[in-house]
């Protein structure tokens, strides 16, 4: 692996609430190279989201250390180190998908020129090249969900962490994005951390994949793809791709074994 972009040592949160404490993560330890793909897969409640919010610095661990190039969370956020895909689009619907997109620019500061020639690219990237003017209520679910990848990608950030973004889609759609999203990867060479529940989806798309179990939240296994990068959809009957979706199957299991 080379350099770590992302770097969890003993990393622990734990939640005090007013039925007591949850322990949402526990002991993770993790190292991230640069460019790879790692998916997050587990159980409800195991803590997939909370450790993408610590990474993004949306959550303060309570215990370890963790470092994203380098720097703290907060450090790496303030340096606009990442771009965040949340489950739900969230496009503000008076706002066109240029103008959502343009949005995080504009709070940057960046002049309009060069807004409006990184709008252009990264709809481009996300194949909603001529879509711009329309408002999100105008597009389908898919093409919401892409103009919010658009919008994460459109400073340039060397890493994606993306939480379940393509959940509430259906499966041809997904299937698409999935596609999309393996493309893009191939192109910009982005570091992305993805959650998902899908064993199939966290197959597909990584380099390396990080079964979580819960109570208390904590990696159980980190399972390495044998899969080539260049991946069309077919691959997903080839016996390589089946074993692998069974050993994630197996720790997903005895991760629930422990409860
Ligand atoms: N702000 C919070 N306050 C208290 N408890 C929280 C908070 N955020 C998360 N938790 C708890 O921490 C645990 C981990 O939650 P998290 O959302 O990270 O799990 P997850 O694996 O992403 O689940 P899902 O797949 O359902 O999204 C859960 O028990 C959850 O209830």
């Known amino acids: ?37 790692v998916s997050f897969i587990g159980p409800s409640g ?20 963790l ?6 969370p907060d450090a790496a956020r303030r340096a606009r180190a990442y771009g965040y895909v949340f489950q739900a689009p969230g496009l503000y619907p008076w706002r066109t998908i240029a103008g959502n997109v343009s949005l995080p620019l504009e709070i940057m500061g960046f002049p309009r020129p ?29 093409m919401q969900q892409r103009a919010s990848i658009a919008r994460a990608l459109a400073f340039d950030a060397d890493i994606l962490l993306m939480d379940e973004p393509f959940g509430a889609l259906d499966e ?5 994005l999935n596609e999309a999203l393996l493309a893009l990867w191939a192109k910009t060479g982005k570091t992305i951390g993805f959650v998902t529940h899908s064993i199939p989806e966290a197959v597909y798309l990584s380099t390396r994949i990080v079964v979580m179990s819960p109570r208390p ?43």
């Open 114 to 142: 060069e807004r409006q020639r990184r709008i252009a690219e990264v709809l481009e990237l996300v194949d909603l090249s001529g879509f711009g003017g329309r408002f999100p209520w105008q597009l389908s679910g898919g």
């Open 172 to 176: 041809i759609v997904r299937d698409r």
């Open 46 to 65: 195991c803590g997939k989201t909370t450790f993408l919010r610590t990474i993004a610095a949306l959550e303060t661990p309570t215990a370890g250390v």
């Open 67 to 72: 470092s994203v190039n380098g720097m703290t």
């Open 217 to 259: 939240g904590r990696i159980t296994r980190v399972v390495d793809s044998p899969l080539p990068r260049d991946r069309p959809l077919e691959i997903r009957d080839s016996p390589d791709f089946i074993a692998l979706a069974h050993e994630v199957r197996e720790a997903l299991r005895e991760g629930h074994g422990d409860d």
């Open 1 to 37: 692996m080379g350099e770590a972009v992302i770097e969890a040592r003993k990393v622990g949160l734990t939640f005090q609430t007013a039925d007591g404490p949850v322990h949402a993560l526990k002991d993770v330890d993790l190292r991230i190279g640069r460019g790879e793909f």
